[in-house]
């Protein structure tokens, strides 16, 4: 079964810092991309991020580039999201996402979702 | 950036209704359309990928259709599970991008 437990939210100050964790298994972590959607509170859904096999290819949303780092360890089966330069926007619930990549030139879509971790920007 | 934009917002039916939900690109993203279930307080969770496949396990009431830049959901007949929040999201270019979503509630 594959499963997919994120870790790391908290409260965080504006303009602080926070490292999100995400535990896969169930499956061969390696051969998938990986990403991050993320929802504020009573809004829809945004995507953030995600990363190759091999963690070569990195693709963020604008409003995040330069502040958020996505990165993986295959060797502990394990994604992360480092978040510099938070801000009260930042404020959401993000999941982690296994991306099923690609069919002839579309990027991938997400066929599992961790229940996700919330994330607060406030003073 | 490609936008997605849902109608309606809000879906009030009655149990064994049939619903159509819509999603419209800004420009064409071809068959590269998911939808995707979201109860409240609960993770989202896949239901169709390229506009018409149906995902593993998902039940056969649901159906999706389209290209382009027009798409739609389609529920045949809807059980008390069905009530949720429905997104559609376009993945064929970065950045990545969601509807508004369309909530279905009971009529």
């Known amino acids: 079964e594959v499963q997919l437990v994120e870790s790391g939210g908290g409260l965080v100050q504006p303009g602080g810092s926070l490292r999100l964790s995400c535990a896969a298994s169930g499956y061969t972590v390696s051969v998938y991309w990986m990403g991050w959607v993320r929802q504020a509170p009573g809004k829809g859904l945004e995507w953030v991020a995600n990363?190759?096999?091999?963690?070569?290819?990195?693709n963020y949303v604008d409003s995040v580039k330069g502040r958020f780092t996505i990165s993986r360890d295959d060797a502990t089966d394990s994604l992360h999201l480092q978040m510099n330069s938070l801000r009260a926007e930042d404020t959401a619930v993000y999941y982690c996402?296994?991306?099923?990549?690609?069919?002839?030139?579309?990027?991938?879509?997400?066929?599992?979702w961790g229940q996700g971790t919330l994330v607060t920007v406030s003073s | 950036d490609i936008q997605m934009t849902q109608s309606p917002s809000t879906l009030s039916a009655s149990v064994g209704d049939r619903v159509t939900i819509t999603c419209r690109a800004s420009q064409s993203v071809s068959i590269w359309l998911a939808w995707y279930q979201q109860h409240s307080g609960k993770a989202p969770k896949l239901l169709i990928y390229?506009?018409?496949s149906l995902e593993n396990g998902v039940p056969s009431r649901f159906s999706g259709s389209g290209s382009g830049t027009e798409f739609t959901l389609t529920i045949s007949s809807l059980q008390p599970d069905d009530f949720a929040t429905y997104y559609c999201q376009q993945y064929d270019n970065y950045p990545l991008t969601f509807g508004g979503g369309t909530k279905v509630e009971i009529k």
């Open positions: 390229q506009a018409s």
């Open positions: 990363i190759n096999q091999g963690g070569r290819e990195k």
């Open positions: 996402v296994r991306d099923r990549c690609c069919v002839g030139n579309s990027k991938g879509w997400h066929d599992y």
